[in-house]
Structures are given as C-alpha cells and as structure tokens.
C-alpha cells in the first residue's frame, strides 16, 4: 500500500500516546504531562519491524507498578485491566502489549502471510479483527489467541477495516464493503474513492442512530467522505475537504451534539470539521477550525518557522483537543480550548527545548579522527603507504609547475589568440526541470518578462510536468493569472502557453477547485477559449467549399482551352511535291480512259461475232 502515515495512536479516553518508531521500539507517553512513561523493543524488531498499532479497550487511570513482574495469572484478567496495545507486523505476525504489565502479553502468529495493514478492536465480543496485504480479514480470539473466523475479503490487498456492531465489520480495499460476520457475505458496496481507501472510521457506541455512520479516506486524496449503512441512500452523505492530505483522523459523537472531526495533514496542519448529519449534502464541507505551529529561531528573525504538527485528538467533552506537534524524538503535548477559537488560529510557541538538532549544530559537533604518528595508512590498490603516495604527488606537483616555466614565447602566443572564442561562452545552457520552478518563482516575484518567457517558452512536456509539480500551492493562483494574460495577447509566442494551462489544470484541479471565488479567474480564461474555438467550424466549411471550387475551376480550364504545344509553329510545302501529285493525276486519269476504250472494244468484237453467228 501507498500510505506515509505515522504509526501512532491515542488511548480511547486520549491519555495516553503510543507511537512505533522505524526501529520497531515502542514509546508510550502521558497527555497530560508529556512524560515518556515506557518504552518496548520486541525481540523481532529488526526482522518484524511494525506495519500499524490499535489501543484497545482501557480502564481510565490505571495504577502503574514500578517494577513490573510477570504473573501466571494474567489471563485471569480483563482486556480493560490488561490495556492491550495490538502491534501489527510485517511478517504477519501480531503482537499484544500489555500496558498494565509493562510486558509483552502474548503472540497471534499462523493467520497471515503478508504484511499486516489494520488492526481493530470489538469492545461487544472482546475480539480482534486484523486485515492484511493476503487479501483475508481473521477475527482473533484473545483470551486463546487462536482463529475464530477468516475469509477472503477482496481480489487485492485489504487496506483497513473497522467494526460497526458485532455482527458488521466494514472492510476496504479498492472498494468498500460491509460484511455480515456470521455468514461471511457482502452486504453491500459503496464506491466513492478513485484511489486505494487508507482509513475507515466508526463511532463503536451503544447510540444505534450514530452506529449508522462511518467515514473514509484515499491515498492522495484530500476529501473525506461519511457513509450511511441505510440501503436507501447512494453515495456519501456528507463530504469534508482538506488543505492537504489526511495523516491523522479522529472521530467524536455525543448525543444530542453535532458530529465533530479531527484532521492532521501530512504538512502539519490541523482540522476541525463539525456538521449535524440531516440528509445529503450537495457540496463538501470546509473546516471550521486551523491551526498552525510556528516558533522563532535563535529570537533574532521576527519571520516565524511552521512546526509540523504530528497527531491530535479530541476530548470526551467536546471542548478541548489535545495537539502533538514538534518530533518524535521529543514530542510536545498541548490541550487547547476549542470553544474560543476563531477559524484560523496561528500559535507561537518556543520549542528551542526539544531534542531537535540542526545543520549547523551537527556539523559542529563533527570529531575529527586523531592519527597517531605510529600507524602506516595503506592506500587501495597495490597496499601502498599513503604518505609514500603524498610525497609521490608533491614532487609530480613542483615538476609541473618547473615545466610550465619553462614553455616557450610561442606557445604562449598561440594560447593568448584572442580569434577563438570558448565553446562555454557560445553555446547556451540547457534548461533543467529544477531550476524552472525558481526561475518561474523569481520572475514572478520580480515580474521580469524576459525570465518568465525563457519558461513559458519551454515545449518539453516533461519539463513542465516536473515544473509544474513542484510549485508551492500559494503560486499556482499567480502562474494562473499570467498564463491568461499571456494567451490573451495576440502573438504567435505564446503558443506553448496552452500547454502549460493544459497541464497545470489536470495537476493542481483540485486545490483551484477548493479555492474561494475561483469561479472570477477560471470564467475569462474559458470565455477565451470558446471565442477561439466557435470560428473554427465555419472556417472549416469555408476551406472545404473553396477546395471544391477551385478543383472545378482547373477542370473547366483544362476541356475549354486546347494545348498550344499540340499545334505546329510553321508549315512548309515544296514544289516537287507538288509536281509529282500533278503527274500523279494525269497517270491516273490515261488509265482510267484506257479501261473505257478497252470496254468498247471488247463489246464491238462481241456483236460482230453475233452477227456472224446469225448469218
């Protein structure tokens, strides 16, 4: 799964911390003091390093021993005596911390495969529900540590679950499902999330009215959403937006109060949401309450530094939220009144006290290695002593600089030709994907147009991706603004700036979307666009009729008009052509009266020998 989120929970009555570091050593810390109570590292830390943690059910102020024993009798006990703290692994394997103890209590092995993604708690059955990358949801029973029920709960990894009453569990993956326990069927589908759901959440009270909701979250997806399990209703009920992606969620009900929600951000900012479920909502809900931590360094720069704040929790009450922020290495607790709040509330505070250390603190804290006169250094290579090799490079240094001297008037000359001009001093720079995102910013902090048309001129698509990405989001508005003047004047360089509107729209849409009045600054720039493109189906008429008339115009040119090459230029006749058609002429025309006189003969010899014939 793709989730950064801290592996940290709060106890159910918020006065307790328990936080897992990358190390596998677990950390528990009281609210109300800031006092690291207890720290655990599991025998299989480094090979079973923890995936996510659930606190279960506890008693409220627990008498802590000094020195914790182990006793035989720990199953005689309650899950609210023991203050289990359920530890999900890598490997598959689960690990039950007992608070109460101080000692880990017990092992839940042989379930899953893979690496284990959600752990959840059922206060009704005295159970535990565990899901995993395997693709199965196992129901654990704790006081035996075996296997009560499990079942294949998706195609793909199952991300996280959450228990609704003890016959309903909601399981998620790339989809959410609500699952009836006893006959391991689905009861129905809810679809809302275009990427994997990270966090699902239930109340788990005994109010069956507030049963009837739960919320969800994606990975890379700021809006929350809140379910209904009536069958009737489609889609979310409700929808809350962020200014950043959720790290932290926590969820209060109280009767006959409005449903209150508390939201970190993985920037380090902190949420309160507050709505009163009364049918569906048409359009998310913004927070009714931010907070920021900031602190003055070394009381010098008057400019406050933000400090990321870590987790949060709301009180039983309803009134007041406990805020972790600063780091883990020492991290601050402090309870603040939400009732007096305005909606944005920025806090100065003084952590110079925290275990944080900086650059420059570090690297004065630097030791250099002292080398004794005694040991050799060898150098890699052929074993060879390093101070052999130094000497070696410093007699190759001074013969250098003893030749250089001696380099004749020539030579020199021939270095000196001021004709020749350097390749670096030709040749231009080529523009990199992270220096466009300062050379954006400082050309439009300083409103230099000759910087800003060396970027907006770049047609590169990964080039303006990568730009475009890395943009801070109090810039997206001001790059925004100088595209559409730009694409408003009418010049042909300013062509590429389209592309650069394409790609910052489909990247940072959702954050112009949440804006306030973007509606002012996105309806010019679509006004222009549809005034560039209704011209272009006439014009596309208009090329396709001309092409018609001019392919009709060469074909009538082509019948009409005969090949003047075709014709001869001159025409000569000679005059003994002439004669011999003359001669011609007269041989025919003495035939022909030769034939008639030989007819006639021919018919006189007849009748006379008729004649004699008769007589």
Avoid at 116 to 132: E, G, K, M, P
Avoid at 362 to 381: C, D, W
């Amino acid at each position: 799964m793709i989730s950064s989120r801290h592996i940290s929970a709060f106890s159910r009555c918020g006065e307790y911390f328990v936080h897992s570091t990358p190390d596998g050593c677990l950390k528990i810390w009281e609210t109300s003091t800031g006092i690291l109570l207890q720290e655990f590292t599991p025998s299989s830390h480094l090979s079973a390093t923890c995936s996510t943690l659930g606190w279960g059910p506890t008693k409220r102020k627990p008498h802590l021993p000094k020195k914790p024993k182990k006793s035989r009798n720990e199953t005689s006990f309650s899950i609210e005596n023991l203050q289990l703290i359920a530890i999900g692994t890598v490997t598959g394997n689960i690990l039950l911390y007992s608070f109460s103890n101080a000692d880990l209590h017990s092992c839940l092995d042989k379930g899953h495969i893979s690496s284990v993604n959600d752990v959840c708690w059922s206060v009704a059955t005295n159970s535990l529900f565990t899901c995993s990358n395997d693709k199965h949801v196992i129901q654990w029973e704790i006081s035996s540590g075996k296997i009560k029920t499990k079942w294949e709960a998706d195609k793909i990894a199952v991300y996280c679950i959450c228990v609704i009453d003890d016959k309903h569990i909601v399981s998620a993956g790339s989809s959410i499902q609500i699952w009836d326990i006893q006959q391991k069927c689905v009861i129905r589908n809810f679809e809302g999330h275009a990427t994997e759901i990270c966090r699902v959440l239930s109340p788990q009270t005994e109010n069956k009215s507030i049963n009837q909701y739960f919320i969800s979250s994606a990975v890379g997806d700021r809006i929350i959403n809140a379910w209904q399990i009536d069958e009737n209703t489609k889609g979310a009920v409700a929808s809350f937006i962020s200014l950043g992606e959720p790290d932290n969620i926590v969820i209060s009900f109280k009767e006959n109060e409005p449903f209150r929600m508390s939201v970190v951000t993985r920037d380090g900012l902190w949420h309160l949401f507050e709505h009163s479920f009364n049918g569906k909502l048409k359009k998310p809900l913004s927070p009714k309450i931010n907070i920021q931590i900031a602190t003055i360094e070394n009381n010098q720069s008057k400019k406050p530094c933000p400090v990321p704040i870590i987790a949060a929790n709301i009180s039983e009450g309803l009134d007041s939220c406990v805020i972790v922020y600063g780091s883990f290495l020492a991290p601050v607790f402090e309870r603040i009144d939400i009732s007096d709040i305005s909606k944005d509330l920025v806090l100065i505070r003084d952590i110079s006290f925290s275990s944080t250390v900086s650059i420059e603190d570090f690297a004065s804290r630097i030791k250099k290695v002292e080398k004794t006169k005694n040991v050799k250094m060898l150098a890699p290579g052929r074993m060879t002593d390093v101070s052999l090799v130094g000497s070696i490079s410093k007699k190759r240094k001074k013969q250098k600089d003893i030749d250089l001297n001696k380099i004749p008037i020539e030579e020199h000359l021939r270095a000196l030709d001021l004709g020749k001009t350097a390749k670096s001093v030709t040749e231009e720079p080529t523009l990199k994907s992270d220096s466009m995102v300062h050379l954006l910013l400082q050309g439009l902090q300083s409103k230099d147009k000759e910087m800003l048309n060396t970027v907006f001129r770049c047609v590169e698509k990964t080039v303006i991706v990568n730009t475009i990405r890395r943009l801070p989001l109090q810039s997206i508005l001001l790059v925004l603004e100088e595209l559409y003047g730009r694409l408003n004047e009418p010049e042909s360089r300013n062509h590429p700036c389209l592309r650069w509107l394409i790609e910052l729209l489909t990247i940072h849409l959702p954050y112009l979307m949440s804006c306030k009045d973007i509606g002012d600054t996105l309806g010019p720039i679509s006004q222009l666009i549809d005034a560039r493109v209704e011209n272009f189906p006439k014009m596309r008429l208009l090329q396709a009729g001309l092409k018609m008339l001019l392919s009709q115009a060469k074909t009538n040119i082509s019948i009409t008009t005969e090949d003047p090459s075709a014709k001869p230029l001159i025409e000569y006749e000679s005059e003994s052509s002439n004669d011999s058609e003359v001669d011609d002429m007269n041989v025919s025309e003495t035939s022909s009266e030769q034939a008639v006189d030989d007819i006639l003969d021919d018919e006189s010899e007849s009748s006379s020998s008729e004649s004699d014939l008769e007589a």
